[in-house]
């Protein structure tokens, strides 16, 4: 057994699908050490893609960031819009860009940053535009 697969063994489920994600970047050895752990954990490609939408809604909760979020009263941050929006014909996925902005009693006033998401049931991936900047096109 290759250096590889032990190491592969030790990990967490967790840690094998955030390998598995980037196996392109990996060597002819660790590709298929990592396929063989896969396998014998019964994890599938769909469990990388859920791992990576977790991920990634994870890191655009971290950009959103922690403002006291005081919604209720009118201030804080809040995604606005469903722009350019795509949906698949058999209903399996959305796409849109929306916008996060700057709220002050209710009013959005300044944009923060705009995001495309792409769902597909219940996940949703998230890839944020450029910096901030106006939704108007």
Not at 40 to 53: G, K
Not at 72 to 95: N, S, T
Request: hydrophobic share 40%.
């Amino acid at each position: 057994m290759n250096n590889f697969a032990m190491e592969y063994q030790a990990l967490a489920d967790d840690e094998v699908l955030r390998i598995a994600a980037d196996r392109e970047n990996l060597v002819d050895e660790a590709r298929q050490a990592i396929d063989m752990e896969m396998h014998r954990r019964n994890l599938s490609p769909s469990d990388i893609e859920q791992y990576q939408a977790h991920i990634e809604k994870a890191e655009m909760q971290e950009q959103v960031g922690n403002l006291p979020f005081l919604i209720p009263y009118g201030i804080g941050k809040k995604l606005f819009g469903k722009r350019a929006r795509m949906v698949d014909p058999k209903g399996i996925w959305e796409e849109f860009d929306t916008t996060l902005w700057v709220v002050i009693f209710w009013v959005p006033l300044i944009p923060v940053r705009t995001y495309r998401i792409r769902c597909r049931g219940q996940s949703c991936l998230c890839s944020a535009h450029g910096g901030p900047r106006n939704s108007r096109r």
